[in-house]
């Protein structure tokens, strides 16, 4: 009988460890609260919290989910994080002021923009220590993209209202795109052919043609009842099976829904008070969006377009991300 009490108790054990290493969940950094919230992907509530340190914002998972990575902007680096555990594994050197940051697609390296240096740091993610600091990457840079190949970063100068184009073998500046006013983040669409840039206070996105390095359309946005100067262009998610992509509107409290090869609006979806980071599950039914004048996340619904909850997470909810 005790024998077999030993092996039912150990089924039960191993069933939930097996639950917990296959779960998949959302991560929301806090960039007032110092937190990072960890919300399961189902249910939506919260499981844990993690404490950060001084104002985390971007966070990008390496190429197997295995590991989330957090940038904490006062405290000067990037905090790695075990994605089953959900336990701090490290903490890597950044430079000054890290903001927006990304992760080549082999996981070789991690750019990071330092906004009060105006530099872009590249890391060895293999041993964690910086490589390089490349100079006068425009005024106040942010957002920071791979390439698709990995032959090139993009990175937008909010400063110099344009988008700087770095070699990554020679580490060096190869080109600068004119954009839009204060260009905030960016992203690859339609197979690496494009890059899209959100130019916060023009209203606008810009897309420049890859192979041209080149501007070459701009999508204005309007909203009836809402003024001009209210909608601020952040943030991206890329539905790639629906072909659409979806941009956060800042202070509009909207999302719009673009169509990815027509340029066209589609849709202005309402969510929270100045709507900011975005992700989109594996499957593409649900879109999050983080806002960050109302403390919590919208959950939409890709099927229907519209918002079905507002769930509060900390203050001021800058990016999330969510395991696939």
């Given at each position: ?212 390095q080149e501007l070459i359309k701009t999508i204005k ?104």
């Amino acid at each position: 009988m005790h024998n077999l009490y030993m092996v039912i108790v150990i089924c039960i054990n191993l069933f939930f460890v097996s639950l917990f290493s296959q779960a998949n969940y959302i991560f929301v950094s806090n960039e007032n609260s110092d937190t990072l919230v960890v919300l399961d992907k189902v249910s939506k509530k919260i499981i844990k919290t993690i404490d950060t340190g001084g104002r985390p914002r971007d966070i990008k998972f390496n190429n197997d989910f295995s590991k989330l990575y957090v940038v904490v902007s006062e405290e000067n680096h990037i905090l790695e994080i075990d994605t089953k555990k959900l336990k701090i594994l490290d903490k890597i050197e950044t430079g000054d002021d890290p903001e927006i940051f990304d992760i080549d697609h082999e996981n070789k390296y991690i750019a990071v923009s330092n906004e009060d240096d105006n530099q872009l740091t590249i890391i060895d993610l293999k041993n964690k220590k910086i490589i390089t600091s490349i100079n006068d990457v425009g005024v106040e840079p942010e957002g920071v993209n791979f390439s698709p190949d990995g032959k090139f970063i993009y990175v937008t100068s909010e400063g110099t209202s344009s988008v700087l184009i770095i070699d990554v073998v020679n580490k060096k500046i190869v080109n600068e795109v004119l954009v839009g006013n204060r260009p905030r983040r960016g992203l690859f669409v339609n197979s690496g052919k494009e890059y899209w840039v959100s130019n916060e206070l023009s209203g606008t996105v810009g897309i420049i043609d890859t192979e041209k390095q080149e501007l070459i359309k701009t999508i204005k946005f309007s909203i009836k009842g809402i003024r001009e100067q209210q909608i601020t262009p952040v943030d991206f998610a890329y539905a790639k099976k629906k072909n659409i992509v979806f941009v956060t509107l800042g202070s509009a409290n909207h999302v719009a829904v673009v169509d990815a090869h027509t340029y066209e609006v589609r849709k202005y979806i309402l969510v929270g008070d100045r709507v900011w980071g975005a992700d989109i599950t594996g499957n593409e039914k649900e879109l999050v969006v983080t806002n960050g004048n109302s403390d919590d996340i919208s959950i939409i619904d890709l099927e229907r377009l519209i918002s079905t909850s507002a769930i509060p997470v900390g203050k001021t909810p800058h990016s999330v991300r969510i395991k696939k």
